[in-house]
DNA sequence: GCTGCATGATGAA
DNA sequence: TCATCCTGCAGCA
């Protein structure tokens, strides 16, 4: 489920739930332990996330880096939590309960060097928008030949957007995914980068990536519709579109799947 | 039960 | 561009 509307919301609930509380930590997978027994016993001072990376702070100065990859999954418990599962890389637990860390990419605590680097590769985040951002974009985009969809997935170029947002924002800018991006017009490309912002906002606090217009599905949404339901695109292909009844079309892109309308996308 | 695929990213060739 | 790492599950036999 990993774009980057899930790490902030990670990081918020997270944030809200285990900070300020001491925690013992361990690693039932084992591939965690030494980073574990450093932690065990202290005090998780914050929980931060940039484009798809989460950061925890924790007492003495120690930061734990975290990347989900396509598999990673948290989940917290209350109470009585179940036992960990072979693939369980990091568990915490103390008086706000219990967290379980499956299947990341990445789960280290590294130095602050290492960190100004990763962060210095971590572009613009639609979650997190500072002064000049847009520009930035803007400019990435003026740069680059290669097709829109892949540059979206770019993480220095944009940062948190996956799979699913770009082929949704490319069908909601109306552009078609293989256009080299130095020939989007800058006005799609400030669309594009709009339409992260807000999309990306109600999937931080939804927990789900919905991209299709409130009033298409009313107030269902965030229940029993399916996820096909919420898009326009992504994984429709042979499905009509929702806007003009093409088929939708999927095709391979730098390694990727990407799907979009012919029609509504030129 | 097995296969292939998936909302990700990297390093080698 | 490819192989690789990480895990789970839908679709199939």
């Given at each position: 489920?990993?774009?980057?509307?899930?790490?902030?919301?990670?990081?918020?609930?997270q944030q809200r739930r285990f900070a300020g509380h001491q925690l013992r930590v361990d690693s039932p997978q084992g591939?965690?332990?030494?980073?574990?027994?450093?932690?065990?016993?202290?005090?998780?001072?914050?929980?931060?996330?940039?484009?798809?990376?989460?950061?925890?702070?924790?007492?003495?100065?120690?930061?734990?880096?975290?990347?989900?990859?396509?598999?990673?999954?948290?989940?917290?418990?209350?109470?009585?939590?179940?036992?960990?599962?072979?693939?369980?890389?990091?568990?915490?637990?103390?008086?706000?309960?219990?967290?379980?860390?499956?299947?990341?990419?990445?789960?280290?605590?590294?130095?602050?060097?290492?960190?100004?680097?990763?962060?210095?590769?971590?572009?613009?985040?639609?979650?997190?928008?500072?002064?000049?951002?847009?520009?930035?974009?803007?400019?990435?985009?003026?740069?680059?030949?290669?097709?829109?969809?892949?540059?979206?997935?770019?993480?220095?170029?944009?940062?948190?957007?996956?799979?699913?947002?770009?082929?949704?924002?490319?069908?909601?800018?109306?552009?078609?995914?293989?256009?080299?991006?130095?020939?989007?017009?800058?006005?799609?490309?400030?669309?594009?980068?709009?339409?992260?912002?807000?999309?990306?906002?109600?999937?931080?606090?939804?927990?789900?990536?919905?991209?299709?217009?409130?009033?298409?599905?009313?107030?269902?949404?965030?229940?029993?519709?399916?996820?096909?339901?919420?898009?326009?695109?992504?994984?429709?292909?042979?499905?009509?579109?929702?806007?003009?009844?093409?088929?939708?079309?999927?095709?391979?892109?730098?390694?990727?799947?990407?799907?979009?309308?012919?029609?509504?996308?030129?």
């Open positions: 489920m990993p774009e980057g509307h899930t790490l902030h919301r990670a990081a918020r609930l591939r965690f332990s030494d980073g574990a027994a450093l932690l065990d016993g202290r005090l998780l001072e914050g929980v931060e996330a940039v484009g798809k990376h989460l950061f925890h702070r924790w007492e003495g100065g120690l930061t734990v880096h975290i990347h989900l990859g396509l598999f990673g999954k948290f989940k917290t418990y209350t109470g009585e939590a179940p036992e960990p599962t072979q693939g369980t890389r990091l568990r915490w637990w103390g008086e706000p309960g219990t967290l379980h860390l499956t299947g990341p990419t990445a789960c280290d605590v590294i130095e602050s060097d290492a960190e100004e680097q990763l962060l210095l590769r971590i572009g613009p985040d639609p979650l997190a928008v500072r002064r000049g951002d847009k520009q930035r974009v803007l400019s990435a985009f003026a740069r680059r030949r290669i097709p829109v969809a892949q540059l979206l997935l770019d993480q220095a170029v944009v940062s948190g957007i996956g799979n699913v947002y770009r082929a949704e924002f490319c069908f909601l800018a109306g552009v078609d995914p293989f256009m080299p991006a130095n020939e989007v017009p800058s006005e799609k490309v400030e669309d594009i980068w709009r339409l992260a912002i807000a999309h990306m906002r109600v999937g931080e606090r939804t927990g789900r990536i919905v991209t299709v217009d409130p009033p298409e599905v009313g107030a269902r949404l965030h229940r029993e519709i399916g996820s096909r339901e919420r898009l326009y695109v992504y994984k429709r292909h042979g499905l009509g579109c929702r806007r003009c009844s093409s088929a939708i079309r999927k095709a391979p892109l730098a390694g990727r799947t990407v799907w979009w309308c012919p029609t509504c996308q030129r």
